[in-house]
């Protein structure tokens, strides 16, 4: 049960939808005693950790491939007030997770952000707003190769088996059937600035109610 006066967003989308963009823009907007925001790619398992299919394959696209009990256990201390820590998760790191640690800090807006954010059962219940940022399968796509090459060092040939083999039907399975439960589907094929003000000017509305 949700015992909280902080306000809880939940941010899904699939792999290069634009999540990040909108995070950024809300980041930008309020201070860090507003809002906190807590990525769910750090909950990843390390490498040797990860379950692994037959042919020894880690498929880092499925739920399994994320610690989601120690995922609730923090979002439920945030939401009764109380800090914690993380080992920062690189997706280039060949041991996954880096040794540096990450504080989330609880605030009046939490905002968790990741692939399966609402694939928890236990916590479907906690949010109180629900935002699906979506985009068209060759966009994302596209974006995918330029983060995944550019910013992570993998061959193309690489990323698109990968998309092709765990990523788009994982997206599929896990994720898109969410995006006709949310509050807000944010459309991020081309700019999505007007649509993020609106969740601003939400969230400092809550603010104002909160601080009363």
Known sequence: MKNSSSYLVGITGG????????????????????????????????????????????????????????????????????AVEIREY?????????????????????????????????????FDLRIFVDAEEHIKLIRRIRRDVSDRGYPIEEVMEMYQQFVMPMYRQFIEPFKHQADLVIPSN???????????????????RIEL
């Open 190 to 208: 081309h700019a999505i600035d007007k649509a993020v003000e609106v969740v601003i000017d939400h969230l400092a509305r809550v603010l104002e």
């Open 15 to 82: 792999s290069a939808s634009g999540k990040t963009h909108v995070l950024k823009q809300l980041g930008d907007r309020f201070g860090s005693k507003e809002l906190t925001i807590i990525s769910l790619d750090n909950y990843y398992y390390d490498l040797a950790d990860q379950p692994r299919d037959a042919q020894g394959q880690v498929n880092f696209d499925h739920p399994s491939a994320m610690n989601m009990g120690l995922f609730r256990e923090h979002l439920d201390a945030l939401l009764q007030g109380q």
């Open 90 to 126: 690189f997706h280039n790191n060949p041991q996954g997770s880096s040794p540096n640690l990450i504080r989330y800090e609880p605030a009046p807006i939490l905002i968790v952000e990741g692939l399966f954010v609402f694939y928890v059962p236990e916590a479907e219940h906690l």
